[in-house]
């Protein structure tokens, strides 16, 4: 039996190798994977391998999605007994925030009048702690009463009187 005879590629591998270098911008299949993988950052310390803190990572993602005013406004809410006092806050809580007028439900109309007399201090108290809000009025409104109207019929009556508040 035969063998056949051993075949030598160097000759091939130099002319190929030359080849490609005469070529402009052509670079082969593993060549172009080798780049994109060195690009990416595999190796443990290289660069774009840094550890991000939580709370750059959740600015980022503020200001990416312009929550910055939504916030403002939930950090008054839940603030809301800096601004007005223990007693004023259990007795009010602020309800929206539109076009710079605050609009704040009491509890009673006696609360609402009486917080309306602070209204000043309280306007000056919040411009000081929340100025990014631009607030330029407040409104403080009472109580809302129950409808006694039910189904699509009704008849006129003396209604339910001020009983709420």
Not at 17 to 40: H, T
Not at 121 to 146: M, S
Request: net charge positive; hydrophobic share 35%; aromatic share 10%.
């Amino acid at each position: 039996m035969k063998s056949l005879p051993r075949l030598n590629f160097e000759f091939a591998d130099r002319f190929f190798s030359s080849y490609l270098k005469g070529s402009v911008g052509f670079k082969s299949r593993d060549a172009k994977r080798r780049e994109k993988n060195s690009s990416r950052g595999s190796q443990p310390f290289d660069k774009g391998r840094d550890f991000v803190l939580a709370a750059e990572s959740l600015d980022e993602l503020v200001d990416q999605f312009h929550w910055n005013s939504r916030l403002d406004q939930a950090a008054l809410f839940a603030n809301w007994v800096n601004v007005v006092g223990k007693d004023s806050a259990g007795a009010s809580e602020p309800e929206e925030l539109i076009n710079g007028v605050l609009t704040v439900r009491c509890r009673s109309t006696a609360w609402a009048t009486q917080l309306r007399l602070l209204q000043p201090k309280i306007f000056e108290k919040l411009v000081d702690l929340h100025p990014k809000l631009q607030i330029t009025d407040i409104r403080f409104i009472g109580p809302t009463a129950p409808s006694w109207k039910k189904g699509p019929r009704s008849v006129p009556g003396r209604g339910p009187r001020d009983t709420y508040g």
